[in-house]
């Protein structure tokens, strides 16, 4: 199914369907987006960005697309640098769904530990068991809970729903890795002692932040910022988002999961699909910016249901 959405009016519309046995092949996905842009496009309306999920027919169709179109370049004898789609002259950003990409991250963290670089260039270590400790010791605490949003379906991987975005997202929270972080520093055990908290988990809580910030980052729909969430808003020349995504890509440049007796380090599709994203977002700004808008809502760009 395919919808066109407005990222300045409050529209949508589907517009587009197909019936398949299976997956849709790439071939036909990629005939098939090429015929509705050129559709859309003779009713006068502009496409400036495509969303899908990270499936792997999905991908390969965009990357098929943005090989085409650098091809292209190269045949005309220039060089294309940025990650682009071009039909009949119109350029398009392929951008992936964020709440999927939320979702990889963390379902490869529930069975992996994540390696990143602090701002201090520090190699650090993000464990999910830090997140379940901290539950362990914070739920006995009633009302005076640090992280109340947490409960089982959120913290045990039996029992996480992995398909349900809120699930991750109230993890990778900033009212966690505050919980995590004040637990820490106050050396915080569970009730019958068996269980600590120790001072490599600020690591942890601050890979969360950073996830924290990343989601809010690409989510925001006011054009200020509210309640102290101030990457929640909207994007533009002097809002914080173009620094902060640039210093997001490097620090994702540098990330990966490592098995729990780390011997094996692996890069899962959602790292590099996310340090994609946040380069069509960047691309997106300044394309809008020439068509003469001075900011953009960056949670307009559609989610995939």
């Known amino acids: 199914m395919f919808m066109l959405k407005s990222i300045f009016g409050k529209w949508k519309q589907p517009i587009a369907y197909s019936f398949c046995e299976g997956t849709t092949k790439t071939p036909v996905l990629i005939r098939t987006i090429k015929e509705i842009v050129r559709a859309v496009h003779q009713t006068g309306l502009q496409i400036v960005a495509v969303v899908c999920d ?7 169709a965009i990357n098929s697309l943005v090989n085409d179109t650098k091809a292209d370049y190269l ?44 701002k201090k260039e520090k190699t650090c270590v993000a464990k999910w068991q830090h997140i379940i400790n901290a539950y362990i010791i914070d739920n006995p605490c009633g009302r005076l809970r640090l992280m109340k949003n947490l409960t089982d379906q959120h913290v045990y991987p039996a029992k996480i729903k992995k398909m349900k975005v809120s699930c991750c997202s109230q ?13 820490s520093l106050d050396g915080s055990r569970s009730v019958d002692g068996s269980v600590s ?12 932040l950073f996830f924290d910030d990343l989601f809010n980052s690409i989510n925001g729909n006011t054009r200020y ?9 909207a994007v533009s020349n002097t809002s914080r988002h173009l620094r902060f995504w640039n210093e997001a890509i490097v620090m994702l440049k540098n990330m990966s999961f490592i098995t729990l007796d780390g011997k094996q380090k692996s890069l899962p599709p959602s790292l590099k699909n996310w340090i994609i994203t946040l380069e069509g977002f960047t691309l997106l700004q300044k394309k809008l910016q020439t068509l003469g808008f001075t900011y953009f809502l960056p949670r307009s760009i559609p989610s995939i249901p």
């Open 54 to 60: 990270q499936a792997a027919t999905n991908v390969a």
């Open 197 to 208: 908290m120790e001072k490599d988990t600020l690591q942890t809580a601050d890979l969360l």
């Open 171 to 183: 993890v990778f929270s900033n009212r966690v890795a505050s919980g995590i972080t004040r637990m």
């Open 225 to 233: 910022p509210t309640q102290g969430k101030i990457l929640r808003s």
């Open 75 to 118: 045949r005309k004898g220039s060089e294309l640098r940025d990650r682009i789609i071009e039909v009949d002259g119109h350029q398009i950003i392929p951008i992936y769904d964020p709440p999927h990409l939320l979702k990889g991250i963390s379902n490869n963290f529930l069975t992996k530990n994540i390696l990143y670089k602090n």
